[in-house]
Each structure stands twice: as structure tokens, then as C-alpha cells.
């Protein structure tokens, strides 16, 4: 049977380490933050414990034989459900919260290696988590911003003007169009184009026409 000092020891660090992790994802202002971070990591390492040691008082018995991992095992697929509602699918194949969502199982990962006694993994886990979610970002943002590729939304009132500036960006040569989009919101007509290269000269120009165009009512220019 494991000591209540022992008990406390691992809850109380589980809670810890989820609160490091939450702390950082509270900077960015996201839903999952602190209390849920230290919630998921806390909870599973008490899913741990009574996995491994809430049974005792009826192991040896006859016929009798309890897998200590059964109920540990099933955090790993229940944290999807908090994962997925993490998750946010938008428009134009954007997709938001999938670092908040792996963030959280990676919290519960660290909450039952706690249960379990593996202080050093559950160090070691964290402190790595840190490094991922916060030293790395930066270097991840320089890397997305060199290959990310522009992108323009224009909206208008009217439905021939719509198709008449697909039309004029589809036959401009100097262009080099990765996807082009054009949706109906009530009375707006909204046309997104996404460039794989867009220089400077061509920008401007487009920017000039489009501002002049009484007909074109919201210009939308993303780098």
C-alpha cells in the first residue's frame, strides 16, 4: 500500500507541473490556461494511483487477476475529447488550437508518469514542453513567415464586379495565384486570393486600383 506522504507528493507535483505548462499558454490568453492545465495533469495522476493502487485490498484473492494500467490507459484516449474541443476549424482551411489540444494530452502524459512515480520523465517532459511551446516559437514564426504565402481579400456589393476582378487578377501574367476563393455573405460578395510571390510593385498597384474602385467596399491585405 503507498504512504499518504507519497500520495500527496505526486498529486501535488502534477498539479506543479500542469501549472508551468498552463502558465505559458495563459500569456497567449488561450481558454485552456493555468486551472486547466493543472486539472488535466492533476486528474490523471490520480487516475494513476487508483489505477496502480486502489485495488490492493482485493488483489490475491481467488481468481482474481487486475491490470494496473486498465484505467490509466483510458486518459490517453479520453483527453481527445478535451483536445478536440480545443480545436477550432475556420474558413480557407484554417485551423486553429491543435498546440493548445497535443499540449494538453502531453499534460495528462505527464500527470500519470507523476502518478507513477517517474519524477525525472515527468521533469524532463515539462521542462521540454516549455522549451517547445515557448524558446521554439519564435524560430517558428521566422520560418512560417518566409513560406507563408500572401493573401488579399477584396469585398464588394456587387455581383458583376466580383466576377470581373477574378477575371482581371486571373489574366494578369505578373501574378502567381496558389488559390482564389469567392464567397457570398448576405449582401457582400468577398473574394480572397492567395499568392505564391507577390512583389512589392504589383501589390501597390493593386492596392491603388482597388482603393479607387467606389464599387469595392473592404480591402484586406494579409503579409
Known amino acids: ?96 488550437g491543435l498546440t493548445t489540444a497535443s499540449g494538453l ?26 522549451v517547445i511551446l515557448w524558446v521554439l516559437q519564435p524560430l517558428e514564426k521566422r520560418i512560417s513567415d518566409r513560406y507563408r504565402q500572401k493573401s488579399i481579400k477584396i469585398v464588394t456589393h456587387d455581383k458583376d464586379k466580383s466576377v470581373r476582378i477574378i477575371s482581371e487578377i486571373l489574366q494578369n501574367k505578373n501574378l502567381e495565384i496558389a488559390a482564389c476563393l469567392l464567397d457570398k455573405k448576405g449582401k457582400e460578395f468577398i473574394i480572397s486570393f492567395k499568392f505564391k510571390d507577390l512583389a512589392k510593385s504589383e501589390l501597390t498597384q493593386l492596392l491603388s486600383d482597388f482603393q479607387s474602385d467606389a464599387d469595392i467596399k473592404e480591402v484586406v491585405w494579409n503579409n
Not at 18 to 39: F, N, P, Q, V, Y
Open 1 to 96: 500500500m503507498i504512504l499518504w506522504t507519497e500520495i500527496l507528493t505526486r498529486l501535488t507535483l502534477a498539479a506543479f507541473f500542469g501549472a508551468i505548462i498552463g502558465l505559458e499558454r495563459e500569456r497567449k490568453d488561450w481558454a485552456a490556461g493555468l486551472r486547466t492545465h493543472m486539472m488535466v495533469c492533476l486528474g490523471a495522476s490520480l487516475t494513476m494511483l487508483v489505477s496502480a493502487y486502489g485495488f490492493a485490498d482485493v488483489l490475491g484473492g481467488k481468481n482474481i487477476i487486475l491490470d494496473p494500467s486498465r484505467i490509466a490507459a483510458q486518459v490517453i484516449s479520453g483527453i481527445g475529447f478535451i483536445g478536440a474541443g480545443t480545436i477550432l476549424f475556420l474558413r480557407q482551411g484554417i485551423v486553429r
Open 105 to 130: 494530452w502531453t499534460v495528462a502524459a505527464i500527470g500519470l508518469a507523476t502518478g507513477g512515480g517517474m519524477y525525472f520523465a515527468a521533469s524532463i517532459t515539462t521542462l521540454s514542453a516549455l
